[in-house]
């Protein structure tokens, strides 16, 4: 047994992600090691997590995983573990599909107890009917409590806690409204000053956290079984001494650029070879590999600097022209291309590996669940960027995608000798990544 929650909310916009920092920063205060995850294939939120609770935060999507893999990486990765915290997407039951792909799906997967966090900005008693009706459709699924956020006062706090009780649920306190709380912007990267900002933040949240929320009362409520029900047998992997030969050389970027990166994603190239890490923005060289692998990020933002640092990117025309491996994935793939349009309309040479050309000029959202088949490989992966190409030349795709319904979208994935690139960021914790070159 161990205190487990999954922090859902009633709808977007409920401040999950400010509660979920909070509660992870004062519980490590607390002296308690606090495993954070997200629901969802957000590769931001995890960021956050991290910073929050000083252990890297891994994604559970039952679209792009298996339910039984979802199981194995949440025991695995809890083990040491405490507490384990769980960030819910979206509403409690809003999925690629009903409730498909929802927090609510993860769970009743996982049997874990659910803190609802209610915005109570705008309500008081009338949250009682909404609490109800969350309490009676959560089938199969344990609602240990609920939290208000955006509460003006001790006394609009007691409006609310009257509803919880009528509505036959535990309230375990709440978040006033502050102007100082506010989700760090999802384009500022992981420079130093992001950081410094993120964990001020956090430190503020924790705070509040500390003073209004029931702790003790809430971490009872959630006392749960570990580890959770899972789908096919569990080892400790604390306890199988590591077998497996590393053959590969694996460079990877990974700087304020470049930081999209699926923890379970490293973890499977870690299996496969001895990982170097390098920074586009900083190094002059490119590790020796056998595969490159370029993450998403925010290549725009920096894209001058990538400019100026000629002599990695023709190293790596050079490694490409050779049948060099490259797997790149939106920014990454950006990077690759021939030039880089930022906002203000400036345009900038890339790597040149590419002939496309690339532009966030007139920025433009293109979001969703993807999956495709390329040479015998199925994956399942998520699409997330406000750029474009505006050029590609006679560089058309190789494979045919679609979202979560089966609908085809025109997302491409170029393939160039021996680099592959494209807009999806793939899940490839239960993939081998290197059978797409085979």
């Known amino acids: 047994m161990k205190p487990q929650l999954l922090i859902g909310a009633a709808a977007s916009g409920s401040g999950k992600t400010i509660f979920t920092m909070g509660l992870l920063r004062a519980l490590k205060k607390r002296g308690l090691q606090?495993?954070?995850?997200?629901?969802?294939?957000?590769y931001?939120?995890?960021?956050?997590h991290a910073v929050a609770a000083g252990r890297p935060s891994v994604n559970l999507d039952t679209w792009m995983m298996h339910h039984h893999h979802i199981q194995r990486i949440y025991n695995r990765q809890s083990e040491d573990a405490d507490v384990c915290v769980t960030e819910g997407v979206m509403g409690l039951f809003d999925g690629y599909s009903r409730d498909k792909g929802s927090a609510a799906e993860i769970a009743r997967l996982l049997n874990l107890p659910v803190v609802l966090l209610v915005n109570a900005r705008t309500a008081a008693y009338s949250v009682?009917?909404?609490l109800f009706g969350f309490r009676h459709f959560a089938r199969g699924m344990k609602i240990a409590g609920v939290v208000?956020?955006?509460?003006?006062?001790?006394?609009?706090?007691a409006f609310l806690k009257e509803a919880c009780t009528d509505a036959g649920l535990e309230a375990l306190g709440y978040l006033p409204y502050s102007e100082e709380l506010y989700v760090p912007s999802r384009h500022l990267g992981l420079t130093l000053t992001a950081r410094t900002s993120m964990n001020e933040i956090v430190e503020k949240a924790s705070v509040l956290v500390e003073k209004y929320v029931e702790m003790d009362k809430l971490l009872n409520l959630c006392q749960s079984v570990f580890p959770c029900p899972y789908t096919l047998p569990y080892v400790s992997e604390t306890a199988v001494e590591e077998t497996l030969r590393r053959k590969l050389k694996i460079a990877v970027a990974r700087d304020e650029a470049f930081c999209f990166i699926y923890y379970e994603n490293l973890k499977r190239l870690a299996e496969q070879g001895r990982i170097t890490f390098f920074s586009p923005l900083r190094d002059s060289k490119?590790?020796?590999?056998?595969?490159?692998y370029l993450p998403g990020g925010y290549p725009e933002l920096y894209a001058r600097r990538l400019h100026h640092r000629r002599e990695i990117m023709q190293q790596l025309c050079d490694y490409a022209a050779e049948g060099g491996k490259i797997y790149a994935e939106c920014g990454g793939m950006m990077y690759l291309g021939r030039t880089l349009t930022t906002r203000k309309g400036a345009a900038f040479d890339m790597a040149g590996v590419l002939p496309i050309d690339c532009t966030v000029e007139h920025p433009r959202?293109?979001?969703?669940?993807?999956?495709?088949e390329y040479n015998g490989v199925s994956l399942r992966g998520h699409e997330f960027h406000f750029s474009e190409v505006v050029s590609s030349g006679n560089l058309a795709s190789v494979a045919r995608l679609c979202d979560a319904c089966g609908t085809e979208v025109d997302t491409p994935l170029y393939r160039y000798?021996?680099?592959?690139?494209g807009y999806t960021h793939w899940y490839w914790g239960e993939t081998d990544l290197m059978q797409l070159w085979k």
Not at 44 to 48: A, L, M, S, W
């Open 34 to 42: 606090a495993q954070p995850f997200k629901c969802g294939p957000d």
């Open 44 to 48: 931001i939120d995890t960021q956050f």
């Open 128 to 130: 009682a009917p909404m």
């Open 148 to 157: 208000f956020n955006q509460v003006s006062s001790a006394s609009h706090y």
């Open 286 to 292: 490119l590790p020796a590999a056998d595969l490159v």
């Open 365 to 372: 959202l293109q979001a969703g669940y993807r999956e495709t």
């Open 417 to 421: 000798k021996n680099v592959i690139a």
